[in-house]
């Protein structure tokens, strides 16, 4: 509904009216930030009113300073109630784009460090510690079922579930990693609660994670089959070409050496598996 009223809107706004309307908007965002508007439970209201009409003719073509606008924008969020704050973020384009694009990055953080995690490597957990503060303390993060990309948000929570699972519980693979850093934990469970507690039904992540990632491995193991059945040698050679790599004779003391029988597997998440 809120999309559909966008839509009209905008459709219904000539370059004049969406100019006027940029002017309206930077006015009240004056108002905001001297404290004029959006003062008691009655000035909120009528502020938070305001804002939504506001939005209905935001135009096609950004203004120049949209980025400006946006950021001053998201620090007059904590002058509502949450309940308005999410409708101010779902009723702004440029806001939820923004929100999308803060996920997309705190994906690909959360991910690299999982590629790079290894079960000996206790400095990892300060790297890991930092990305968590950064979500944890983010404004997006609030805000992020209000991205429109169901992909973005989905990979999103597919890597902080990930997350949890890897470093949370005794018999997690990479619990060593984060075991002397208690804040690590605690923002971990934090985060967790936020994205996967429901009421009425409780934590669901790993119900969640499973599902997801049971929907990935038969993607994947389609793909597989695909790709061996065209490119069979293509595969071998590269195969046994990590073999080889991961087989390479160890250097002795006195110039001997010493072939490798074995090669070690890693399990998951795999980051530095010779395979």
């Not at 440029?94 to 929100?99: G, K």
């Not at 404004?139 to 470093?167: H, M």
């Not at 060593?176 to 507690?197: E, N």
């Not at 069979?232 to 003391?253: F, Y």
Request: one cysteine or more.
């Amino acid at each position: 509904l809120l999309e559909h009223r966008r839509a009209s809107a905008v459709i219904g706004c000539t370059a004049p009216m969406a100019s006027q309307y940029m002017q309206q908007m930077r006015t009240l965002l004056l108002r905001l930030e001297h404290n004029e508007a959006a003062v008691g439970s009655t000035g909120q209201a009528k502020a938070h009113k305001e804002l939504l009409e506001l939005s209905r003719c935001w135009p096609t073509q950004p203004p120049s300073d949209e980025a400006q606008i946006v950021e001053r924008l998201v620090r007059q969020l904590p002058k509502f109630a949450d309940a308005q704050q999410q409708t101010i973020v779902a009723s702004f384009k440029p806001v939820r784009e923004r929100v999308g694009q803060k996920m997309i990055e705190a994906t690909a953080a959360l991910n690299r460090w999982l590629g790079e995690a290894r079960e000996a490597d206790t400095g990892l957990a300060l790297k890991l510690l930092e990305t968590l503060q950064g979500i944890e303390q983010s404004f997006w993060f609030r805000f992020y079922k209000q991205c429109p990309d169901l992909v973005t948000k989905a990979q999103f929570l597919v890597a902080t579930a990930s997350i949890v699972r890897a470093v949370s519980g005794e018999a997690a693979p990479l619990r060593a990693v984060v075991v002397a850093h208690p804040k690590v934990s605690t923002l971990v469970g934090q985060i967790a609660s936020r994205a996967f507690v429901i009421p009425n039904h409780g934590n669901i992540l790993v119900t969640w994670h499973n599902g997801r990632l049971d929907r990935y491995n038969r993607t994947f193991w389609r793909a597989a089959r695909r790709a061996a059945s065209r490119l069979c040698d293509d595969l071998q050679v590269r195969l046994v070409s990590a073999l080889r790599r991961a087989t390479a004779p160890v250097q002795l003391a006195g110039g001997k050496t010493k072939p490798q029988l074995q090669i070690k597997l890693r399990a998951w998440p795999m980051a530095g598996c010779p395979l």
